[in-house]
């Protein structure tokens, strides 16, 4: 019988004689996608079930080494497993595991489409382990296109007026969108930074088409004698780092920020997008009811409250934390 059992680097799914790990590290371990959080135990994981994206963008990220981890990738196993899109960033995977029952981990997800994702795909499973960074009724996200629209005026604004422009983002996943929103709306090829142009040669690599430019490249610094348009990291995007740009480079620099946390926190820069690569409430619960489980188990941000809110309209539905138990006890047998 197959269970999730707690062990020292994350949880896992035990099955038959195979055990699991979900975004951890172990001998058998799913990575759902390359953000730091999700992919940190892949280097000493000795077999890795991922997509080659995924693995690509750890190596842009020096988590690990390319070659090294292709040779850890494993296609088959002792039990039947999928890699559903997750619709989060480039590569970003569910996992969908049917044995005489059916059991998907999301890992981050968003089901609406983006410019350079397409959404999660929707499959029913007995058992949904799902995150919700955004479990919360409060998170309602507006509708892309308006927000892709007032990042355009306001970019327009900026350059009439003779100011320059940086707007922050995750480098993995926001900073592509961004970049792509710059492409395709405002006709802008964007400076971005360094760790931002690797990540984004793997996007290019993997067909998502993007432009841009690199820091260090003679073309930026030709560019950034002038009026220009980057992006940088999150933590970059803020009053004093524009300020400190708008001395050194003699001109105005006004700064912005993308993120879905936009929608409720207030951030020092002049302007914050509500653009997120995860899915707000609505979409959390649209994706429940598509899935139709006999069992949910939240994890991430508003695990607690959105299990709540399932419970409420009649789910089976804990929080991960909930079921953290003493050494060995099970958390969760079919």
Not at 30 to 38: E, K, L, P, Y
Not at 129 to 150: H, I, Q, S
């Amino acid at each position: 019988m197959p269970m999730l059992v707690p062990t020292s680097s994350g949880i896992a799914l035990q099955l038959q004689q195979e055990q699991l790990i979900l975004d951890g590290r172990g001998d058998l371990v799913f990575i759902s996608h390359a953000h730091s959080d999700h992919s940190s135990g892949a280097k000493k994981s000795k077999r890795l079930i991922s997509s080659p994206e995924t693995i690509d963008l750890m190596h842009s990220r020096n988590y690990a080494d390319s070659q090294a981890m292709q040779k850890k990738l494993v296609s088959t196993a002792d039990f039947n497993y999928e890699l559903l899109d997750a619709g989060h960033v480039l590569g970003s995977k569910q996992l969908h595991i049917s044995n005489g029952f059916s059991f998907t981990y999301t890992g981050d997800f968003k089901t609406k489409d983006s410019l350079t994702n397409k959404g999660a795909e929707i499959r029913q499973a007995d058992t949904l382990l799902m995150e919700c960074t955004y479990g919360l009724p409060y998170y309602k996200f507006p509708d892309p296109t308006d927000v892709y629209a007032e990042m355009e005026k306001w970019v327009d604004l900026q350059l009439k007026e003779g100011s320059s422009i940086i707007i922050g983002g995750y480098a993995l996943g926001k900073a592509q969108e961004v970049i792509k929103i710059l492409n395709d709306y405002c006709d802008v090829t964007p400076i971005v930074s360094s760790e931002i142009f690797k990540i984004s040669n793997v996007y290019l690599k993997h067909g998502i088409n993007l432009k841009f430019i690199n820091e260090t490249s003679d073309e930026a610094k030709q560019i950034l004698k002038k009026q220009f348009v980057a992006v940088v990291p999150h933590h970059f995007a803020n009053y004093g780092y524009a300020g400190r740009l708008s001395e050194f480079y003699g001109m105005p620099v006004r700064s912005a920020v993308a993120t879905g946390w936009a929608l409720g926190a207030r951030y020092a820069v002049d302007k914050a997008f509500c653009i997120s690569d995860h899915c707000d409430f609505p979409d959390l619960m649209e994706f429940v009811e598509q899935v139709a489980p006999e069992r949910i188990i939240t994890t991430h941000g508003y695990e607690k409250e959105f299990a709540r809110e399932l419970t409420k309209r009649g789910y089976d539905a804990q929080p991960l934390g909930n079921l953290k138990p003493k050494k060995q006890k099970l958390l969760l047998q079919y």
